[in-house]
C-alpha cells in the first residue's frame, strides 16, 4: 500500500526551516530522504509521507498540524544579544538549537510579560543605565544589587557565586532561564523588556563561565539592546566583557590583593597567580586574564596562553539533591517565571491546568514547586 500523502504548505514548511535554521540538506540528511525529495516539497510539486511529516516536525520543533496552516506566520523579531561560542568569532549562522532555545525563551518572556500585567502589585525592575565606563556601570550594577565581593570571596564554590548571582538578578525582576544546548552553541543570551527582561545561559558551561555569562548578558540588557548578534560588534562584546570582570574582580579590592601576595606582573607562564585569583574570586581564569590586561597587570599573551591550554576543568553537579520535577523546573525557569505564573492563578487570571501547561508540571508537582518557591525567599 503506498504511502499517504500529506498536503503540508510549502511556504509554511519554507518558513519553519529559516526559523529553525535548518537548510534543505539538512533536512535530507536527518530524514535520509534525496535532496531532490525535499526540493518538491518546498515547491509544492511533491509532499511528504506521515512518517516523514512526524520527522519533519520533531526536526523543527512544530506540531505536525503547524504545517497546514493556510500561510506562513507573520512576525516580528524580537531582539536578542547572542555571546557566541569559545573560539567562535565573526558572523555566523544560528544553529537550530539555538534558534529553538531562542524561540522557548521568547515565549516564556511572553507569558511572563501577561502574567506580569495581570498580578497588580507586580513592580517592573528598575535597571541601572551605563555609566561612562564599563568600570563604573560595574559599581553601580554592585549598589543595584547589593553585591559585596566579600560574599563572593567566601562562598564555599564557583557554583555557589553562580546561584547568589542568578538569585540577586531574579529578586531584581530579571527572568533567568537555563537553557541546554551543547558546547558548541552560544553561552547565553539576553533579550530586553522594560517588564521582563531575560538573560538565558547555556547549562553546558562550568559554573565560573556561567557567571561571566551572567553579567556579559547583564551588560547587553544595561544598554536596552534590540539586535540579534549572529554577527555581534566587537567594541559592544568587548564593553560587556569588561563590564564582566571588573565586577568580579572590583579595582581597589583586587590591587590589594595583589600587593598582599606581592605579586606585580603577571606574565603569560604565570598560570598559577591566575589559579590563585581565581579560587579566590570564583571566576573563571579567563575572566582574570581580562582583568588583569584592563589594570594593565598582563598583555594578551597571558590570555591567549590561558584560552589555548586546558587548564580550568570544573564540573558543576547537582550535589545529591533529587532531581525531582520542581527542583528541575526551578533549575531551569529559575524563581521570576514561575513566581509570575503561580501569582496569575493565584489571582484567578489564570486556569490551574494553564499554569500547570505552562510551568511543565501536573498537579502534585505544581504544589511542589509552590513550597519549593517559598523556601527559596
Known amino acids: 500500500m503506498p504511502a499517504i500523502k500529506q498536503p503540508v504548505n510549502p511556504a509554511v514548511l519554507t518558513w519553519a526551516l529559516q526559523e529553525a535554521g535548518v537548510t534543505r540538506g539538512e533536512l535530507a540528511l536527518a530524514l535520509s530522504v534525496p535532496d531532490d525529495l525535499v526540493d518538491g516539497w518546498l515547491s509544492g510539486e511533491d509532499a511528504p509521507s506521515t512518517t516523514q511529516l512526524r520527522g519533519?516536525?520533531?526536526?523543527?520543533?512544530?506540531?505536525?498540524?503547524?504545517?497546514?496552516?493556510?500561510?506562513?506566520?507573520?512576525?516580528?523579531?524580537?531582539?536578542?544579544?547572542?555571546?557566541?561560542?569559545w573560539g567562535k568569532k565573526g558572523a555566523r549562522s544560528l544553529t537550530s538549537d539555538e534558534v529553538a532555545e531562542l524561540r522557548s525563551a521568547q515565549r516564556r518572556q511572553k507569558i511572563a510579560k501577561w502574567a506580569f500585567g495581570s498580578v497588580e502589585e507586580s513592580t517592573?525592575?528598575?535597571?541601572?543605565?551605563?555609566?561612562?565606563?564599563?568600570?563604573?556601570?560595574?559599581?553601580?550594577v554592585q549598589r543595584w544589587l547589593q553585591w559585596d565581593v566579600r560574599c563572593q570571596v567566601s562562598a564555599s564554590s564557583k557554583g555557589a557565586v553562580t546561584k547568589l548571582l542568578r538569585r540577586s538578578l531574579e529578586d531584581h525582576g530579571v527572568l533567568v532561564?537555563?537553557?541546554?544546548?551543547?558546547e558548541d552553541a552560544c553561552r547565553g543570551f539576553s533579550i530586553y523588556d522594560a517588564q521582563v527582561p531575560v538573560i538565558a545561559f547555556n547549562g553546558s558551561q562550568f559554573p565560573a563561565a556561567r557567571t561571566f555569562t551572567l553579567l556579559h548578558e547583564l551588560g547587553h540588557l544595561l544598554a536596552h539592546e534590540q539586535a540579534v548578534?549572529?554577527?555581534?560588534?566587537?567594541?559592544?562584546?568587548?564593553?560587556?566583557?569588561k563590564f564582566a570582570a571588573a565586577f568580579l574582580l572590583p579595582e581597589e579590592h583586587l590591587l590589594a590583593y595583589l600587593t598582599y601576595k606581592r605579586v606585580g606582573r603577571v606574565e603569560s607562564d604565570d598560570i598559577d597567580?591566575?589559579?590563585?585569583?581565581?579560587?579566590?574570586?570564583?571566576?573563571?581564569?579567563?575572566c582574570?586574564?581580562?582583568?588583569?590586561?584592563?589594570?594593565?597587570?598582563?598583555?594578551?599573551?597571558?590570555?591567549?596562553a590561558v584560552r589555548n591550554s586546558p587548564l580550568e576543568i570544573e564540573k558543576g553537579g547537582f550535589g545529591g539533591e533529587p532531581q525531582t520535577t520542581p527542583v528541575r523546573r526551578i533549575r531551569e525557569y529559575g524563581t521570576t517565571y514561575p513566581r509570575l505564573v503561580l501569582a496569575a492563578?493565584?489571582?484567578?487570571?489564570?486556569?490551574?491546568?494553564?499554569?500547570?501547561?505552562?510551568?511543565?508540571?501536573?498537579?502534585?508537582?505544581?504544589?511542589?514547586?509552590?513550597?519549593?518557591?517559598?523556601?527559596?525567599?
Open 56 to 85: 519533519i516536525a520533531k526536526l523543527l520543533r512544530r506540531p505536525t498540524s503547524f504545517f497546514f496552516l493556510p500561510r506562513a506566520p507573520q512576525r516580528p523579531a524580537v531582539g536578542a544579544a547572542f555571546r557566541s561560542p
Open 124 to 140: 517592573p525592575p528598575s535597571l541601572p543605565n551605563r555609566a561612562s565606563s564599563p568600570e563604573k556601570t560595574a559599581h553601580e
Open 177 to 182: 532561564l537555563q537553557v541546554s544546548m551543547d
Open 229 to 241: 548578534c549572529g554577527s555581534p560588534e566587537p567594541a559592544e562584546e568587548r564593553w560587556c566583557d
Open 273 to 286: 597567580i591566575v589559579r590563585l585569583i581565581a579560587q579566590r574570586y570564583k571566576a573563571s581564569f579567563l
Open 288 to 304: 582574570v586574564a581580562l582583568r588583569l590586561i584592563d589594570l594593565g597587570r598582563a598583555d594578551w599573551s597571558l590570555y591567549e
Open 345 to 377: 492563578r493565584d489571582k484567578g487570571s489564570l486556569a490551574d491546568i494553564d499554569a500547570r501547561k505552562y510551568l511543565n508540571v501536573d498537579g502534585k508537582n505544581l504544589a511542589d514547586l509552590r513550597r519549593r518557591l517559598m523556601e527559596e525567599v
